[in-house]
Nanobody, 123 residues
Framework: QVQLVESGGGLVQAGGSLRLSCAASGRTFSSYAMGWFRQAPGKEREFVAAISWSGSTTYYADSVKGRFTISRDNAKNTVYLQMNSLKPEDTAVYYC????????????????WGQGTQVTVSS
């Protein structure tokens, strides 16, 4: 089994920054992609960003492009999401997810999920 633990969420004012971390442990894979998703109250879970095993390929939702940066440290089995210029509409529970193999965007293609961390952006 794989365990994913997110951290770094919190309350921040609009225009501020937060850095989320997600540490993976347990079963290992030769390569795996990581993604960040979010779910706001009353809304469906949506894709935020994803990164390939090597880190050379990244994808972002249009809503966060230019403001969020995903990165990873494979030596630490950790993926990060640097969030800058935060907006109230970024308020959501943020989840990290892992899928063995190649990078994909769809949430249904990820096999392992963390418990989520709350991000609240005040106006």
């Amino acid at each position: 089994q794989v365990q994913l633990v997110e951290s770094g969420g919190g309350l921040v004012q609009a225009g501020g920054s937060l850095r989320l971390s997600c540490a993976a442990s347990g079963r290992t894979f030769s390569s795996y992609a990581m993604g960040w998703f979010r779910q706001a109250p009353g809304k469906e879970r949506e894709f935020v960003a994803a990164i390939s095993w090597s880190g050379s390929t990244t994808y972002y939702a249009d809503s966060v492009k230019g403001r969020f940066t995903i990165s990873r440290d494979n030596a630490k089995n950790t993926v990060y999401l640097q969030m800058n210029s935060l907006k109230p509409e970024d308020t959501a529970v943020y989840y990290c997810a892992l899928r063995p193999g190649r990078l994909r965007v769809g949430a249904e293609l990820y096999d392992y999920w963390g418990q989520g961390t709350q991000v609240t952006v005040s106006s």
